[in-house]
């Protein structure tokens, strides 16, 4: 699952934005025998062999334990070199992206450096690692794709949402542009939607209070159904205070870190309003108390929350107070990345939504299993009882037949 998520953040990141595919009459594979690129830095280089290393790694770590050695890493040079150079192909047809030979090389170096240095403790991290039994001994069997969300949920909070946390926005940003298509769909079938749009703007409150109770809101939702879904991966001894501390800690520092990249003149810690601050304060102090309750009324709770939050997201207006406007985001430095963590950041809700109903729908096939097996050995005890009475009255006939006297 790891390497099939990098594998398209590696596609999403070569090919972004997808759009203005352009046929210019020249071969997919010219960039093989081009001349080298006119304008190469070592920041270039570096960066396209440090961006293929986790491909590598993850590459040998899925072989375990049926191939390893040398002929992993070999392996793991073959699929960086392919990736890469369909990628490069592909990119022949985008105007915005230039297809080059040394990208290629760098990164089928960077898949075989990555691939060389898991090699010699792969068997070390999957079969007697540290994180392998904390794995076991934390999480539940079937929380492998939950534990994926988790880890990805402090990158969702990178781009720079109108209040903190408040993800799942992708449905306002597409009635707030009149040339999507889902507006132009939906004019055609309600074509009193516009009326709408104006109506749920008239919601913003007029007063800095307002917007901070607001974002105190949407950010203590996020939170806590956040919390509360990593919850139900956990076992019962698992520190699950500990964890959620560390995912929390985790997030913060993470958009603290990329804010300061990208605006090295602002203060690192500017999108922390009193609001948000409130709101983990006391969204913390209510994980502390929920995480007793029962894992289906826990699942129950995290459901709600974060329907809730989506909802809240997509109703309320912009946030006129935010700290930085989103344009100015997207001129940043790192213009592909701010995008992949901006979807990321608008389709984790949905997607922990679909995996919390899964999970109710297992449980409940579970239950009927349960109850089941439960009814059919009740069957077979009442069965195996009759039986046995049977039998004994039989014996007890035959036991005063043979006591009769002769001829009786």
Known sequence: MGLLCFALLVVYGSLYPFTGWTDNGISALAFLTAPKPRYLTGFDLITNVLGYCPLGALVVLSLHPRISGVRAVLLALVAGTLLSG??????????????????LMTNALGALLGGAA????SAALIDRGSLRQLRMAWFEPHASFAIILILLWPFAQIFPQDH????????????????????????????GLPDLIEKIGLLRPDDVQGQQLLES????????????????????????????AALLASALLLKAVVAEMQFPDDNAFNWLSEGGRFALLTGSLMLVLLLRLPRWLRGALALATLMLLVMLSNLL?????????????????FIHFNSLSQWLGWMWPFVALCYLIWRFEQFQLDRRSLRRARRKAKRLAARASDGGGDGNNRENRDNREDARPPGD
């Open 86 to 103: 369909t990628m490069e192909a592909l990119q022949t047809w985008l105007p915005n992206r230039v297809s080059s030979n040394i990208d």
């Open 164 to 191: 903190l946390f408040g993800m799942g926005a992708i449905v306002r940003e597409w009635l707030t542009d009149p040339d999507s298509w889902p507006v132009q769909w939906l004019q055609g079938v309600f074509p």
């Open 217 to 244: 809101l949407v950010t203590g939702c996020g939170w806590v159904g956040t919390g509360l879904f990593a919850s139900i991966a956990m076992r019962r001894q698992a520190p699950m205070l500990r964890i959620l």
């Open 317 to 333: 207006p912009a946030n006129p107070y935010s700290w930085i406007s989103e344009q100015g985001w997207r001129l940043g430095r």
């Open 118 to 121: 898991v090699a010699p403790f």
